[in-house]
């Protein structure tokens, strides 16, 4: 079953005014439990939108939204609870921290859901566990930890909610090479060991290509694409046409394709190239050729 | 959107009003404000509601933007006006048990709302004419004899104008932090007086933090720019005053002098 | 070309509050900058190359050492606004360097702070405005710009006060990729067409391969410095160090690794694909001249 399905999702900011801006228009996508989806786009093309829906921060303006296969408007009183089902990790989350320890902010979450200090305790410590703090950090005030440091306590803070889909806005901005790998690769860990439902942001079809089994590719308010990466990546020059870049390593092999050799385009991960490649000097340009 | 909330309440135009010299225009506002306090009785109103109705038309400023600057001063208007119909002494009208309605009452009633009323709309009128950033530099360049003085005039506008700045980019974090925080659940809109100020914190320290870093970063950025106070600074934009100007001037003082001609 | 910037043996630390012992950022570092280069400096977050940049402009001043700017020693207070014009500084949140509430009031900021007259801050400020591309939006307020957008008033801002050099300090790290194109068209413009020497420090390996000279700082220690092309075929190093390279430069790593001799300089799509080819060529005739001899015998 789908854990999130929109029908006919749309939202419009600001409607009967000037300034009214269609963000979102006719989304229907179903979401499968436990896949891991990157999402991309340009600025502006509604894929920030499109999560806060998700989480219910916003309300569509027409369109449904189901998670878990319940209506998530049909009745207010239940939003909240339908809200802890998808957690959202914002852009530079670590600018909503706030309180005196890390621990305490990890633990703002669950605290809000409600639950027992015992279970508090057990999910903040797995939490931090995922995003590799340390015992030390976790009594530490989290204004003294580095950028990066301060980055995973925020998202330990989504994480120890337990949500059934965990949605990431942009999680390696700003980060170096290093800090970058680190977050997606305890991203990618925690996916593999929960068996959650992870959607990410990103703007880098390299990060995308290494961690996720499907893309959703929004452009101006709409679907693009959304099918598994071998597939969207075949569509490498539509991406190119809208201004998205393709991982450099596919647009090498599409100019390979284009001069003639004998290679499979849809080739988006060094380790795929370089298999490829080695495949094609061993396998081609024997007598036949 | 909240990024969407202007500030102050400036209204672009090309109009003779629009056109005029920020530091005229404050000394017009000023100007005005006296003439309704000389204004003696109920024709030297009228004169200034006529003036008044006249530099709307000029500005080209939609009427309806006047409702909506009366609107919060209503209240005061109603408030002055009971003090002086019920406690003016004078040729009684009306009397019932102890409470007196007089003739000198109803008159400076209705005096004082529309004297309260004018002001508002006037000095709105500068607001709605002038943009923020020029009302901080006519600021600026009236209150300069002042530096003589050891007021702090530029550094006070400096900040008038960091201010400016910011306002739109920390409401738009607040905006950001208050989502954040409601996805994790943080309850904004239950509870008590003491819940609901407690369920601030969250969105209250991390907009501290981040300003302060802004703080922190803008003070590095304009010591970059060399940047070092108001000594020897120049401005691109000088300010002149044209004919416009003195036009304005003349009329202003010409209105004061009507006024103190109907007050006799 | 001469040296415009110049650190001799200059050393920085820290100090801590709550620790005695200060931070050691770097020690005896030498760096020598040409004017009209244009250079990457590379590192992971704390590898101690923003710091350096705020050395370039005298925000900070070496605890050991020297360093000069145009013959200018950055610890001679005098001579720091005369180093600030010549050495602009562009940072990486573009809503942080922004001071004045209309895009055309703050490209004149730092014109302004030094004094110059009415009627050339308004000519300068209109070129600078011209240059980055940004004219239309001058009147303007900047919080309505894209992220781009604000980092080239930044730009404009610096590049009216006509300084010879202009260090930023991951200018894109905070931009979406159109935001970034814009970003380093504009750097490159200046670069190329101005001759203003650039110091770019950014994580970005495309941007850092677009530059003249890349220098790979690491725990305060210059690890590399060199012409992108060699800096980046030192893969491994590159990554020991949390580093990244371009794609069409590991390809050819991995390929050479896995026994095929071929260059690993190689930066571009077109360079790659080019090795590639002949890489495949040689290969196939190689198995060719193989598959000939053996029918002879």
């Known amino acids: ?289 | 959107m909240l990024k969407d909330i202007t500030i102050g309440q400036y209204f672009p135009g090309q109009s003779f009003i629009h056109k005029m010299d920020p530091r005229m225009k404050i000394i017009s506002t000023l100007l005005y404000i006296v003439m309704l306090f000389l204004a003696g009785n109920l024709m030297g109103i009228c004169a200034g509601i006529l003036l008044l109705i006249l530099m709307y038309q000029l500005s080209g400023v939609p009427m309806n933007m006047v409702t909506k600057s009366l609107k919060p001063v209503i209240p005061v208007v109603i408030f002055t006006s009971v003090l002086n119909i019920f406690f003016v002494s004078g040729e009684v009208l009306l009397k019932f048990f102890f409470i007196e309605i007089t003739r000198e009452g109803i008159n400076l009633a209705i005096l004082m709302s529309f004297r309260i009323l004018c002001l508002i709309a006037g000095s709105s009128l500068l607001t709605y004419t002038t943009s923020p950033i020029e009302l901080t530099d006519a600021i600026e360049r009236l209150l300069n004899p002042l530096k003589k003085l050891k007021v702090p005039v530029h550094e006070l506008s400096m900040m008038m104008t960091i201010a400016l700045r910011f306002i739109p980019t920390l409401i738009e974090e607040t905006d950001k932090i208050i989502n954040a925080q409601k996805a994790r659940g943080a309850d904004m809109e239950s509870g008590g007086l003491m819940q609901r100020a407690k369920a601030l914190v969250p969105i209250l320290i991390p907009l501290f933090v981040s300003s302060f870093r802004r703080a922190d970063e803008l003070a590095m950025a304009m010591e970059c720019r060399c940047y070092r106070g108001g000594d020897g600074r120049t401005r691109m934009k000088q300010l002149q005053y044209s004919h416009r100007d003195w036009i304005a001037l003349t009329v202003m003082a010409g209105a004061i002098v009507v006024v103190l001609l109907l007050n006799v | 070309m001469s040296d415009f910037i110049e650190a001799r043996g200059i050393s920085f630390s820290y100090a801590m509050e709550d620790d005695p012992n200060p931070i050691r950022v770097f020690e005896e570092l030498d760096l020598k900058i040409k004017e009209g280069e244009m250079v990457a400096i590379l590192g992971h977050n704390g590898s101690g190359k923003s710091t350096l940049a705020k050395h370039f402009n005298a925000i900070l001043q070496p605890d050991e050492g020297q360093l000069l700017v145009n013959g200018m020693d950055t610890r001679d207070n005098n001579k720091l606004y005369e180093i600030r014009q010549d050495v602009g500084m562009v940072f990486q949140n573009p809503d942080n360097q922004i001071v004045a509430t209309v895009v055309e009031e703050d490209v004149a900021f730092g014109l302004e702070n030094i004094g110059v007259e009415p009627a050339e801050i308004r000519r300068r400020v209109d070129d600078a405005l011209e240059r980055v591309g940004i004219s239309e939006y001058k009147a303007h307020a900047p919080h309505r710009l894209s992220g781009g957008q604000k980092q080239r008033v930044a730009i404009a801002g610096i590049i009216a006060m006509r300084p010879r050099c202009i260090v930023l300090d991951e200018p894109t790290a905070m931009l979406d990729p159109a935001g970034r194109r814009e970003v380093m068209k504009t750097i490159l413009d200046l670069n190329r067409n101005h001759g203003i020497t650039i110091v770019l420090i950014t994580h970005y390996m495309d941007e850092a391969a677009q530059c003249d000279r890349v220098v790979v700082m690491d725990s305060g220690n210059v690890l590399l410095d060199s012409n992108p092309k060699d800096v980046f075929s030192h893969v491994k190093m590159l990554k020991s160090v949390g580093l990244d390279v371009p794609q069409a430069t590991e390809i050819c790593y991995e390929i050479n690794k896995a026994g095929y001799p071929m260059p690993t300089e190689v930066l571009s799509i077109k360079e790659c694909a080019d090795e590639l080819q002949k890489l495949i060529e040689r290969t196939y005739a190689a198995k060719r001249k193989a598959a000939k001899l053996s029918q002879k015998k």
């Open chain 1, 1 to 289: 079953m789908a854990v999130i399905k929109t029908e006919n999702l749309s939202h419009v900011y600001s409607e009967g005014t000037p300034f009214v801006k269609t963000a979102i228009e006719n989304i229907n996508i179903e979401i499968e439990e436990g896949q891991m989806v990157g999402v991309i786009g340009h600025t502006g093309s509604g894929k920030s939108t499109l999560i806060q829906h998700f989480n219910g921060l916003l309300q569509p303006t027409s369109g449904k939204i189901y998670i878990d296969g319940e209506d998530m408007w049909a009745d207010k009183n239940k939003l909240r609870d339908i809200r802890f089902k998808v957690g959202l990790v914002f852009q530079y989350p670590e600018y909503q921290l706030f309180e005196e320890t890390c621990y305490k902010d990890i633990a703002f979450g669950p605290k809000n859901m409600g639950l027992p200090d015992d279970e508090i305790d057990k999910r903040v410590r797995e939490a931090a566990a995922f995003v590799n703090l340390s015992e030390e950090q976790l009594m530490k005030s989290p204004f003294e930890l580095s950028g990066g440091q301060k980055r995973r306590v925020a998202i330990a803070g989504v994480l120890a909610m337990k949500p059934k889909v965990l949605i990431l806005d942009e999680p390696t901005a700003g980060l170096d090479p290093k800090g970058r790998d680190r977050i997606l690769g305890q991203i990618k860990e925690y996916h593999q060991e929960e068996k959650n439902t992870v959607l990410i942001v990103s703007h880098s079809m390299e990060d995308v290509a290494k961690f996720a089994q499907k893309v959703l590719v929004m452009n101006r308010s709409k679907v693009f694409l959304y099918d598994t990466v071998e597939a969207v990546f075949a569509h490498a020059k539509e991406i190119s046409e809208i201004g998205l870049a393709v991982p450099q390593i596919t647009q090498i092999f599409a100019e390979l394709k284009k001069r003639g050799y004998d290679v499979n385009p849809d080739v988006y991960t060094i380790e795929a190239a370089k298999a490829e490649l080695i495949r094609l000097l061993e396998e081609g340009g024997n007598i036949s050729a």
